[in-house]
Each structure stands twice: as structure tokens, then as C-alpha cells.
């Protein structure tokens, strides 16, 4: 079956440090990749994603790399925002966008 | 950027009365749209596929007659937890498919409580 693995927060990191958030994930077929963030009181909003194999997905300093051989997509920044305190979720797409998410990982940056 | 707006936003009700949960799709039409449930520190789980004008979709273990699913038009779809008890206090959330950019735009969520 279908299911993501995600690192368990919270994470705490300070303003400018590199961030790593592992994501693993088990599938039938070719999913498509994909990194949400939920800020506080808001909806989910994709981050980036990645369709295939090597794809490298990226988007406001974010990126993420589809790697088949390890079925991964870990999301990395080089420097942290405390801006960028929020709820990150790696989820997979299957048959017809229907989404499997992991159980979402929550970043704190302290100034 | 494409919204998703979801009502109420959190809402309290007695066990054995039913909750109706509205999601709107506000400057697109979405032909498809998801319900999810989402426990404390749990990732979201799909409960059921809504599409316009024909019968929702429900994921394994989801009931129907607990969990109506109507999307009426391009830009609502409304969940009913009939029947309510405390177990099916929860996070609610759900998308919509912008089909112009294949993207899924996800409402805000709406908070359960049933006493």
C-alpha cells in the first residue's frame, strides 16, 4: 500500500541554521511528490513538488529531491527564517489526486 | 493565489444532533473536491473524492450514512457528520482541485467537538 513516513517534531532551530526534514515514503507505481506548510491558523499550501524520479522540486529557499533509490523526499533550506515557523506535511499522489500525507512535522526558528 | 474557504471554522454541538460543513472554492470552479480528517499529531486521512453532480467516493473504513457528501455545484461541496458522537470530534479539512494548474487548494479546516 500507500504511506508516508515523516521525521517527528517539534524541531527548534535558530535564525540562519540549515534545516533538514526527512520524509520516506512506500508505493505502488510512480507517485507524485509533494511538500505542504500550514501556518498557523491558515489551510495547507503546497510548497514544492516533484513528478518523477530525480526531479528536484524548490520554492522559497526550500528544495526537495524525488529519490527513487531511496524512496525519499527530504526538505532542505540552507537558512532558516523564523518566518518559516509552521507545520510542514510530505505527502504522495496517487489514482486521481488522492493524497497520502505524513503526520506533519512542526519547525520553530527562534531569532 | 487560488482560496478554499471552509465554515464554520469550529463548532460544538450536542451527541445525536448532525454538523453540516461547507467548503467553498471562491475564484475557481472545482470539479473535484476532498474531505479529510485529521486527529492531534496524526497526518490527514482522505475520508471520500466529492465530484460535481454525481455520488462522493468514500475511502475504506469511511461511512456513507454517517458522512454525507453532497457537492451541489463547481464551487460547493458540503460534509454532514450525521448522528454525531464524541468519537467523530476532529479536524475537518478539505481541498479542491483547480483542474487549469492540476494544483490542490486546501480550506483552513474546520474544528468538531462533540459533547
Known amino acids: 500500500g500507500n504511506s508516508v513516513t515523516q521525521m517527528e517534531g517539534p524541531v527548534t532551530l535558530s535564525e540562519e541554521a540549515f534545516l533538514t526534514i526527512n520524509c520516506t515514503y512506500t508505493?505502488?507505481?510512480?507517485?507524485?511528490l509533494f511538500w505542504y506548510v500550514q501556518y498557523p491558523g491558515e489551510g495547507l499550501q503546497l510548497l514544492l513538488k516533484?513528478?518523477?524520479?530525480?526531479d528536484k522540486g524548490s520554492n522559497k529557499g526550500f528544495e526537495a529531491t524525488y529519490r527513487k533509490e531511496t524512496t525519499s523526499f527530504h526538505l532542505e533550506k540552507g537558512s532558516v527564517q523564523v518566518s518559516d515557523s509552521a507545520v510542514y506535511f510530505c505527502?504522495?499522489?496517487?489514482?486521481?489526486?488522492?493524497?497520502?500525507f505524513g503526520s506533519g512535522t512542526k519547525l520553530n526558528v527562534k531569532p | 493565489g487560488a482560496v478554499v474557504s471552509q465554515h464554520p471554522s469550529r463548532v460544538i454541538c450536542k451527541s445525536g444532533t448532525s454538523v453540516k460543513i461547507e467548503c467553498r472554492s471562491l475564484?475557481?470552479?472545482?470539479?473535484?473536491m476532498f474531505w479529510y480528517r485529521q486527529f492531534p499529531k496524526q497526518s490527514l486521512m482522505l475520508m471520500a473524492t466529492?465530484?460535481?453532480?454525481?455520488?462522493?467516493?468514500?475511502e475504506q473504513g469511511v461511512e456513507k450514512d454517517k458522512f454525507l457528501i453532497n457537492h451541489a455545484s463547481l464551487t460547493l461541496s458540503t460534509l454532514t457528520v450525521t448522528s454525531a458522537h464524541p468519537e467523530d470530534s476532529s479536524f475537518y479539512i478539505c481541498?479542491?482541485?483547480?483542474?487549469?494548474?492540476?494544483?490542490?487548494?486546501f480550506g483552513p479546516g474546520t474544528r468538531l467537538t462533540v459533547l
Open positions: 481541498s479542491a482541485l483547480a483542474r487549469s494548474t492540476d494544483t490542490q487548494y
Open positions: 508505493a505502488t507505481g510512480y507517485p507524485s
Open positions: 516533484a513528478t518523477k524520479a530525480d
Open positions: 505527502a504522495l499522489r496517487y489514482n486521481f489526486n488522492k493524497f497520502y
Open positions: 475564484d475557481f470552479q472545482a470539479t473535484t
Open positions: 466529492s465530484n460535481e453532480g454525481s455520488k462522493a467516493t468514500y
